[in-house]
């Protein structure tokens, strides 16, 4: 299958809509180009930008602090989340090649690939996952992580699409690398604890806002990303917020009334 068989890729409906949108996502892309912005949020937005821009079912993003160590900050859902932790703890996968060859990778059907990932294939197939595509945020020479796109069916990625997904790749490249000084590791390993300890809160929120409400993890996120950015917050923040009962979310992302 081709993404020709989908329709418009993102599902926005008209081509100038999604025209819109992609100008819409840049434009957030490169706000948050400043001095103060948080890696967790520029990240988050990144992987939910490519499923609304490209079509494909889940995102996960990998972080490398550039001395061999690989984390996930950031997830579209729950099941990409976990399979983008799989591959960190066995080392194999299409976004952990990606990472480490700073290359794309795209796999039409991953069925085909069980020789190459004998136990990411498996994982990726149970969790409803048939088809990938990884590419690496890099800059040059430096490659950071490495953004994977997973899709429910055997798709091709075209080549446009995969040029887009490394443009919005590159853009959080450059809002990671710009605050690099001389000593690049330390800060990029910096950046990358904050985002561990980032998401740590963000997944504390999630089974806080999915026990109070009665709604999904994935649900839950999707509450915290719309109070957000209705309210010009980081998503940290708000995760924050939620644990420490600062605020109080109802299912549509508004403040409950007391």
Not at 96 to 111: I, K, N, Q, T, Y
Not at 197 to 202: E, G, P, V, W
């Amino acid at each position: 299958m081709t993404e020709a068989d989908l329709g418009r890729p993102g599902g926005v409906g008209t081509a100038g809509g999604w025209e819109r949108s992609l100008t819409e996502t840049f434009v957030t892309l490169a706000d948050t180009l400043v001095a103060d912005y948080d890696v967790v949020d520029l990240l988050d937005r990144l992987v939910m930008a490519s499923v609304d821009l490209l079509g494909v079912t889940a995102s996960g993003l990998l972080l490398d602090d550039q001395t061999g160590h690989l984390a996930l900050v950031a997830s579209s859902s729950e099941e990409s989340r976990l399979l983008e932790l799989f591959q960190l703890q066995h080392d194999q996968g299409p976004c952990v090649d990606c990472v480490h060859d700073g290359a794309p990778v795209s796999v039409d059907d991953l069925a085909a690939h069980r020789d190459r990932w004998p136990l990411f294939v498996p994982a990726a197939l149970e969790l409803g996952f048939r088809s990938m595509t990884a590419v690496p945020l890099r800059l040059r020479e430096h490659v950071v992580g490495g953004l994977g796109m997973f899709h429910e069916g055997p798709v091709t990625m075209s080549p446009d699409n995969q040029r887009l997904a490394q443009a919005l790749a590159d853009v959080a490249t450059i809002g990671i690398l710009q605050r690099r000084s001389v000593h690049r590791s330390t800060v990029v390993a910096g950046q990358l604890q904050h985002a561990l300890t980032s998401r740590i809160a963000i997944e504390q929120a999630k089974g806080v806002l999915a026990e109070r409400l009665s709604i999904g993890v994935d649900q839950a996120l999707d509450v915290m990303r719309r109070y957000a950015r209705s309210h010009n917050e980081k998503l940290t923040e708000v995760a924050l917020a939620v644990v420490n009962g600062a605020v109080d979310l109802s299912s549509d992302g508004t403040l409950r009334e007391q």
